[in-house]
């Protein structure tokens, strides 16, 4: 009986779970390894050359150029996109944001020799920090750079900040702190400001304004940096419609003609911005409104004007951010940074209309061309990029042009200055082109070896494999990663082929026994249909697999919808009418295997929650039929709101309580850890988390700020301590004698509990994150999950996880997110915080709400892989002289079964999220010079990478946990055979 068994496993036990944990790290670390190696290969870099431009570089009586300006004021407005700063009268209703700088328009009328306004444009992506990087040097950003917009850290190439501070002119900071993170050693007197914060829209603008106008007033100076954050911060919180923007923008109109009344003859005012800011707030693509900035100068002294003839050839209404750069060091009468690729402005040189007016702009230009050329021409001489035809092609031009001014002395010809511009323009385009050319066989060699392991892990899907065997190569591919390249030499070459060696010994044996038992199979499936007809196959042989086969299609479908953007922009809802289509197809296979009624409805309680989900979906720019649904609108009355919040707090209260009731059903909570954590742990992160919701949406300020936090972060220390409870005391088995058979407790889901316990854990820290208006996705997301569990009851588990797939990508649009740069929550980073010391907090929790779908639905994956029977009667009690009624217990038992169960879910699992990910690549690889490549294609694929590393590592912190689990409830029941 079932009392005998157990005493053989407590004595007997041979099998062990690490084997199974040993393959889940070999098979993260391959797919970790083949992903970074084509992000290596497609996202593009630059060489950085850390030369610095001096004034002795040219024979001049001046510093390069005879200085125009003594003095610069620099006031840039973060965010501050072009159509902002219109004025336009005939407006009749003019948006929210429409109009409210007017200042920019007066002082053009009132001062129309002196200042200039023009569309800034910035080169994507419109990061903050990329933007200040191209701002201070000159140079083109590459889409690998964006990383730093997190930590951003000492920048080693030549800029005007350097270059200013080499040549003893004096800067002053105002601002924001990222400044002091990139050039901490340049500033002679600054007053930094945390920019972290986007909740905060006035402590740096207010610190800013209040030390501007008496730092201006001052005589020890000779640029001043100004940098405002309130519009950026108000388009994050809010958004572009919203009356705080607006009030914003008011506010920098009355302060910018406040700085105009002080700056003297011998300065020059550039007021402008870093980048724009789409509907919604976001930044960091490349759209028209994100990348499109204002540019606006005023001169103490008069401008000159461009001809008709040269309107032609320098655009009068708009410039590139890089062109700033040669512009001001030109000015202030200091070399051009070294990297820098800009030109510069013309009218900027032109104080009159004579011709040695004319004559400096062409100086300038000339001295403008041989620094861009000196540049590429030293970066040529350190990289293959560039072809030597090309430098050669464009040197000889370059020479020309320098002996055709040295002829005439310098004299002033358009001829030549048309000439000059083209040459920079044409060295500026070149580098954009080689900076965006992509390592094609380092793609194609990454993404062959995706499809290799895709391809193993499917045909060995509950096999165990020789993982050890990959060893001897990972301290080579870890060294060699970081020059890897296919024509540098013997060693890469051998590297490359130990990749695929190793992958081809761990697999060959488990791929050739699963072929054997393919063939026998379709042997005897050929029998059967020569001796009873296609009628009985399609009826007992087929229909068994039609399931896993719907499945496939299901995701097959989603991957291949990554080779067009129209796909990508409806994936949220096509998604929904994925699951649904799972639904129909499992009812109609199983309606003959349950009772009716009860399989109706509960595929009708899991479509339903599916079809609501809908209402917390996002929108991304691209989605012009896409508008926010009445749940999550802040534009709705005070009572609507608290309508809402009193139904998030039902809703949420009513989930983590049907948790706990069906743990308790379980029987899983008849013993200490488990049951210290549903009934003590929770209950008070559910209080903690209603009272936050209720404060913050309250307008009326009970706590302090301070205050306020450590209710999330006494959250978060729980969430902690449950885990470590959970790890620590998982095993929820309990045995009574009561006579003559003992009855055991808890057994039902003894592996699966402690996992189930972790994400009721993770719940209330996730609807923190979310807050209350999208919380009850949440809801949604744990019933559609139990529903899942029932339904798929006697599935396979390849099909299992297919539908728990589909499941996390429909709730990663469900919890508010597309995949877009523009749309990530960095609010997330301050539930809880006002300020971050270090960025590995704020990033974890960023992550943590970006991915929140797919960390909940892989902890819940072994309650619906290892579902099983539950056994009647109080408690969920087993009899333990019955073997049939065994539950949970069955993978303790047979423990092929348990090794069996967790290789399929490891290895569908992986093979998944890496084929999915090899059709995502290979879309970037096919489309990598699509106009939407790095608006639509990059950030799905880098979405789908991310989905993919984190399930991999949340599956194996699962088996972690059930080898745990395992390893108690061995040792528990050991003591109870040797008791009874």
């Known amino acids: 009986n079932l009392l005998h068994l157990l005493r053989l496993k407590g004595a007997h036990d041979t099998v062990c779970l690490m084997v199974t944990l040993k393959t889940g790290l070999w098979l993260l670390w391959l797919v970790v390894f083949s992903l970074l190696l084509y992000l290596r290969g497609f996202l593009l870099t630059k060489i950085e050359i850390e030369k610095f431009s001096t004034c002795h570089d040219y024979a001049r009586e001046d510093c390069w150029s005879k200085p125009r300006y003594k003095r610069a004021v620099l006031v840039l407005i973060d965010a501050l996109r072009h159509d902002f700063t219109l004025y336009n009268s005939s407006v009749e209703n003019p948006e929210p944001w429409q109009n409210k700088m007017p200042v920019f328009s007066e002082l053009r009328k009132q001062f129309p020799e002196r200042t200039r306004h023009l569309e800034f444009i910035a080169d994507p992506p419109s990061a903050t920090f990329l933007r200040l990087k191209g701002l201070t040097t000159g140079g083109l950003p590459t889409f690998v750079d964006m990383g730093s917009n997190f930590g951003a850290s000492e920048i080693t190439e030549d800029s005007w900040v350097k270059q200013l501070s080499l040549n003893k002119k004096k800067l002053v900071l105002l601002g924001d ?12 007197r600054s007053f930094p400001y945390p920019s972290f914060d986007v909740w905060d829209l006035h402590t740096v603008d207010n610190g800013v304004w209040s030390h501007l106008l008496p730092q201006i007033r001052t005589e020890d100076w000779d640029v001043i940096v100004a940098h405002f954050l309130g519009v950026d911060h108000a388009g994050h919180r809010y958004h572009v419609n ?23 003859e011998d300065t020059v005012l550039f007021v402008f911005g870093d980048h724009g800011m789409t509907t919604s707030g976001d930044h960091g693509g490349e759209t028209a409104d994100e990348v499109t900035s204002t540019l606006f100068v005023y001169s103490g002294s008069k401008l000159g004007a461009v001809s008709q003839e040269e309107s032609a050839l320098f655009d009068p209404e708009r410039v590139f951010q890089t062109d700033l750069v040669p512009t001001l060091t030109l000015l202030l009468g200091v070399p051009i940074p070294y990297s820098s690729l800009g030109s510069v402005i013309p009218f900027l040189f032109l104080d009159d209309n004579s011709e040695q007016s004319r004559t400096d702009l062409q100086l300038a230009l000339q001295t403008n ?25 464009i040197k000889t031009k370059i020479e020309d042009l320098n002996k055709q001014i040295t002829e005439t002395s310098g004299q002033y010809s358009f001829t030549v200055v048309k000439e000059l511009k083209q040459v920079i323009r044409r060295i500026r385009d070149l580098c954009s082109k080689h900076w965006a050319q992509f390592n ?9 070896l995706m499809i290799l392991l895709s391809v193993s892990l499917i045909a060995t899907s509950s096999l165990s494999v020789t993982w050890w065997l990959s060893l001897p190569g990972v301290p080579l591919l870890i060294i060699s990663y970081d020059s890897l390249s296919l024509w540098t030499g013997a060693t890469h070459f051998v590297t490359v082929s130990l990749t695929f060696v190793t992958i081809v010994a761990t697999f060959y044996a488990p791929v050739r026994l699963k072929l054997s038992s393919f063939m026998c199979k379709a042997g005897d499936l050929i029998k059967s249909f020569k001796e009873r007809g296609v009628s009985y196959l399609l009826k007992n042989s087929l229909q068994i697999y039609f399931l896993d086969v719907a499945g496939i299609v299901i995701i097959f479908f989603m991957s291949v919808g990554f080779m067009t953007n129209s ?22 296979l199983k309606k003959g295997t349950k009772p009716s009624s009860k399989l109706i409805l509960i595929s009708v309680l899991a479509g339903t929650a599916s079809r609501l989900s809908t209402t917390f979906f996002g929108c991304r720019e691209e989605q012009f039929w896409c508008g926010k649904t009445w749940w999550l609108s802040t534009e709705v009355p005070s009572h609507v709101r608290s309508y809402k919040y009193v139904g998030s707090v039902a809703v949420f209260l009513g989930t983590m309580y049907g948790l706990y009731r069906y743990q308790k059903e379980q029987g899983s909570l008849m013993r200490g850890g488990l049951k210290f954590v549903h009934c003590t742990i929770h209950s008070v992160q559910c209080v903690l988390v209603v009272v936050y919701w209720a404060l913050s949406a309250s307008t009326t300020k009970v706590l302090t700020e301070v205050q306020m936090c450590w209710l999330p972060r006494t959250v978060y220390l729980l969430a902690v301590l449950a885990v470590g409870v959970v790890v620590y005391a998982p095993c929820t088995v309990r045995v009574l004698d009561t006579g003559s058979t003992p009855r055991m407790y808890g057994a039902t889901s003894c592996y699966s509990a402690p996992s189930l316990a972790v994400y009721t854990t993770l719940l209330p820290v996730c609807a923190l ?15 559609q999950l139990m529903c899942t569990s029932r339904l798929a009851e006697g599935s396979s588990v390849v099909f299992k996880v297919m539908i728990c797939h589909v499941i996390a990508v429909q709730y990663f649009y469900a919890t508010g997110h597309q995949a877009a740069v523009q749309q990530f929550d960095w609010n997330a980073a301050f539930v809880g915080f006002t300020s971050h010391p270090y960025h590995a907090l704020p990033i974890s929790m960023i992550a943590l709400r970006t991915l929140m779908s797919f960390v909940l639905v892989s902890l819940f994956l072994p309650t619906i892989v290892l579902q099983s029977p539950a056994p009647t009667g109080p408690a969920q009690e087993v009899d333990l002289g019955d073997p049939q009624n065994t539950a949970q217990l069955q993978f303790y038992i047979n423990r092929e079964l348990l090794s069996t169960t967790l290789l399929s879910l490891l290895h569908s699992s992986t093979a998944l999220t890496l084929f999915k990910c090899t059709l995502a690549c290979a879309a970037c690889f096919i489309h990598r010079r699509h106009l939407m490549i790095w608006n639509i294609f990059t950030p799905r694929m880098i979405i789908e990478m991310c989905f993919a590393a984190c399930s991999s590592v949340v599956v194996l912190c699962d088996l972690v946990l059930l080898e745990r689990t395992d390893k108690i409830l061995r040792g528990e029941l050991a003591k109870i055979s040797k008791a009874i």
Request: hydrophobic share 45%.
């Open 177 to 188: 702190d990222t400044w002091m993170s990139i050039y901490s050693k340049y500033f002679y």
């Open 242 to 264: 919203h009356p705080e923007l607006s009030s914003k923008l008011e506010q920098v109109n009355q302060w910018v003609g406040e700085i105009v009344r002080e700056v003297e």
């Open 369 to 393: 061309m041989n620094q861009v050329f000196r540049y590429i021409e030293a970066y040529s001489m350190i990289s293959s990029e560039f072809s030597p035809s090309e430098i050669s092609q």
């Open 440 to 448: 094609l066989p380092v793609m194609a060699l990454s993404i062959s």
């Open 567 to 588: 796909y990508i922009l409806v994936e949220d809802y096509v998604t929904v009418h994925f699951f649904g289509t799972l639904l129909i197809i499992n009812y109609l």
């Open 769 to 783: 994150l979310l807050q209350y208006s999208a919380a009850p996705a949440l809801a949604l997301l744990t019933a």
